[in-house]
């Protein structure tokens, strides 16, 4: 079966997540007309603003990588479409732990759910690229071994980057944070991969 | 008319209602800072997050067999679409029962709502299946006896395993949950349907 | 510029737009673990269930009619993109009207905004496919004078009786609402445009 | 890599943020059953469901231009996605600032978060647009001169409108309404860039 279905529900669950990011951001209320009860109004906002940013870009970046996937991958079987499904099952909490992380922006359980929410939706992908890899008859274009390599390296990276910041969290949680910051830039830099790519 | 709208339509109402079940979900509330707090806070979750994973995965098998049902039958008309209509507005009130099984886990009505919801959905895929292929015109290609014989099995199983569910929910609701939790594994299982797919 | 983008675009809207008035579907609270504590929160469930049932297939309804008209529409342009906008917003309007409709079934204001809602997205498909069938570079077939007088009746038919069906609301509110249930079913039935259809 | 794939995740987008407009709406509460009643629950209303009309034309006119940029770039790469995904998380914060300009419409604060998020959609676009339009091997055709000068004002526009917009919100929060109103339907005027377009 080819895969251009599975790619059309990946599209549409990845365009709603992000979207529904959006949805659940707490309307500031601001009492009074003046500069000053703005900014009071905002600032009780910053959390909930800032993860917003941080879990749509990481919803980009993943995003992107399993359209890449479907650049080698072009047909699907029953357990590529399920180890899909459990992909998108992960991808789908992202909006439900940005809440809690926005709510408890400072806390070492929200870095914690967040940071396996985030460690879960590689890893199921990671299941789904080594799975769809290893059988050539459903990939439509060799995959390089140089590719291969840096796929590894890229899918692990952030689970092990998350267990440290989840680590770090019992003592300073702010570290944690701006480890969730930067990661998703570390994704943004050139990349091996691109040059194999059409 | 192609099939190729209708395909669209339905893969947009899956990736919502998938993507719904999760903002359904209720915020867990911790109080203070330790393990125990957040393990306490979490176990009032139990239940969201155990729907949640069920009814995604049931709605992943389902979207699997509107899918393969897409590989026989390539034309629709009004009658079809109608009906296609109808499954939609029943896999669309997945998310609402599930939130309602969520909320009154072991009581017997909440068991009720839940296993008519899921049945009624293949029931009503099962109409859109026998309608399309009893009209050689709309396929585009044969569908093997072996496959039919076989999706009779597939398409009428689960509505009778919901219904023993149901059943048995007013006695022992836990063994109930737990048929719901295995019967979707039994999906997942090799099928004789896989072989004749391309 | 060909429809493509589109159709596609109202395909996602029509799709969300489905989905969601489940979401607005109040969840009934049961107080008590009998029959008639199930029977009696179902009954204040009634309103909610019916509304979400009529609007789902008057939404499929028209989603079909829009599928239809791209049919014979191939081909967009600026204007014709903002009347599919302007269609767009009605529709989008609709789980709210019928939000409306649920927390006030009887009541004459209610009927009035709904009926004027579902006849907006009718008068406002009807500018779209008059604009689009007068221009005919924009047509990729070409259209029976059989199809276009019968798409006038139908374009029309609905309005007309959503108009009637307001009238009657100040006496017997009941009425109005039986004749919601059975415009849907006025369109289900088989009509002269099928047979010019591939 | 071809543009097929972002296109998909931008119409999901557009479409669950359009969509998603509607479900922010207040539900007008009418005590009593006279048209006094009706009329004063809806004078509640007027600027929410005025903020809905902005939002969705608005909206409209963005996905156009987004369309219109894929008529020319046919090719994507690692940077112009990213630039594409901060286009999205503009696009996605629109409910949210609609719904603060609805609880706050003569409010010089929400008139600056609205004309901010509109004004960094169109900045974010435009970058995107200035990005692919310098590499020669992204596009699958040719832009005119005409077409470049053409966009930049497109573009720019509405940034400056919604600058002065904000700058007499202070004085006449009113005026800036009226602006965000005028505004879209300069842009639903004819265009020069129209007659380049198949």
Request: proline share 4%.
């Amino acid at each position: 079966m080819v895969s251009g279905r599975l790619e059309a529900l990946g599209d549409g669950i990845f365009s709603v997540a992000m979207t529904i990011l959006a949805i659940e951001l707490v309307l500031p209320v601001v009492n009074g007309n003046k500069w000053i009860d703005f900014m009071h109004a905002m600032s009780q906002s910053w959390s909930g603003l800032l993860c917003y940013m941080i879990s749509f870009i990481v919803l980009g970046i993943m995003w992107f990588g399993h359209r890449m996937m479907f650049e080698y991958i072009g047909k699907t079987n029953r357990y590529f479409i399920f180890l899909g499904v459990l992909f998108y099952m992960m991808v789908c909490l992202v909006p439900f732990s940005t809440r809690f992380l926005a709510n408890n922006t400072l806390h070492w359980f929200a870095i914690l759910v967040y940071g396996l929410n985030l460690s879960l939706c590689n890893l199921t992908l990671y299941c789904q690229w080594l799975y769809g890899t290893s059988r050539l008859h459903m990939l439509h274009r060799e995959i390089p071994a140089d590719v291969k390599k840096e796929a590894h390296i890229q899918f692990l990276l952030s689970p092990v980057v998350y267990a440290i910041a989840v680590g770090i969290s019992f003592f300073y949680p702010i570290a944690s944070i701006v480890i969730f910051i930067i990661t998703p830039i570390v994704y943004l830099l050139p990349s091996k991969l691109d040059k194999y790519l059409p």
